[in-house]
């Protein structure tokens, strides 16, 4: 109805906002009187804190409105074509992908290998706990039995025990007229059901076109799609299969796909 279209775009117009207040507070020099802590450092580093509050916007709200967050300026332009430049060397990678050849789209991608890049790891390290909880709740919520442990290594060491053992963070390559087609990534028997997508390029200077597209496959209705808009050195962290949604009966599952358009 018109009522609650109205009030839709009224709180998520005043959830950017209340974003938008939070971040250029929080950059000030000195004089900052930020109530909800910052997660990210002037350095592009995660900030380790526990306040309640930080978790909360961050974290919860966004995932119990929309099912994915946005990090703005998780890296800086400097560390994104750092990471960039490393897709023509052949020492940090595992393997390459020309996505023509599968059918996945237009463009390549190639797989890191172990050890991984210094920043690539550190993320992952600062990035999983702090996705544990909602991944835990999510499988709570979906009913599926599998819990995921608090750090990140005692997570690998599940996998690598299961025969999960080579590393899946990549980096992608898009040309002119590349595409993603829909997708889930999926590589065995135990899915963190969470994952983290890091633009390094910035639109309208290094490409146009080029959006990340996710898709919810809702019990018998359509599929809805969602254009994110992201920045240079902004992460969107979404769901990599399934996310709990809360309805008039309870909570059910809807399957979600990642692309990226022409």
């Known amino acids: 109805c018109r009522r609650y279209r109205n009030s839709s775009t009224s709180l998520r117009y005043r959830w950017y906002c209340a974003f938008a ?25 995660i900030v380790d804190t526990r306040s309640p509050l930080s978790y909360i916007f961050y974290w919860v709200i966004p995932f119990a409105l ?15 074509d750092q990471i960039s430049a490393l897709y023509g060397q052949a020492e940090p990678f595992r393997s390459q992908v020309i996505m023509a050849r599968h059918g996945f789209g237009r463009g390549e991608y190639k797989y890191f290998d172990y050890p991984l890049p210094p920043l ?16 835990n709740r999510w499988h709570e919520q979906m009913d599926l039995p599998s819990r995921f442990p608090d750090s990140h290594p005692a997570f690998l060491e599940r996998c690598h025990a299961a025969g999960q053992q080579r590393p899946t963070p990549l980096l992608l390559q898009y040309g002119p ?14 899915v963190f059901p969470l994952q983290v997508a890091i633009l390094l390029s910035e639109p309208g200077e290094d490409f146009t076109g080029g959006e990340f597209v996710l898709t919810e496959q809702r019990p018998r209705m359509q599929s809805r799609p969602q ?23 309870g909570v059910y599952r809807v399957n979600m796909r990642h692309g990226v358009s022409r």
């Open 21 to 45: 207040a939070s971040s250029t507070r929080s950059r000030g020099r000195g004089r900052s009187t930020v109530t909800i802590p910052p997660i990210v450092a002037a350095d592009a580093t």
């Open 66 to 80: 929309l099912g994915c967050a946005v990090i703005a300026s998780l890296l800086s332009h400097k560390a994104c």
């Open 120 to 135: 690539v790891a550190r993320l992952r390290s600062a990035l999983y706990p702090r996705l544990v909880p909602i991944a």
């Open 177 to 190: 007229q590349d595409y993603n087609c829909l997708h889930q990534d999926l590589y065995g028997e135990h």
């Open 227 to 249: 254009v994110m808009p992201l920045r240079q050195g902004d992460a969107l962290v979404f769901a990599v299969q399934q996310r709990p949604v809360r309805g008039q009966r």
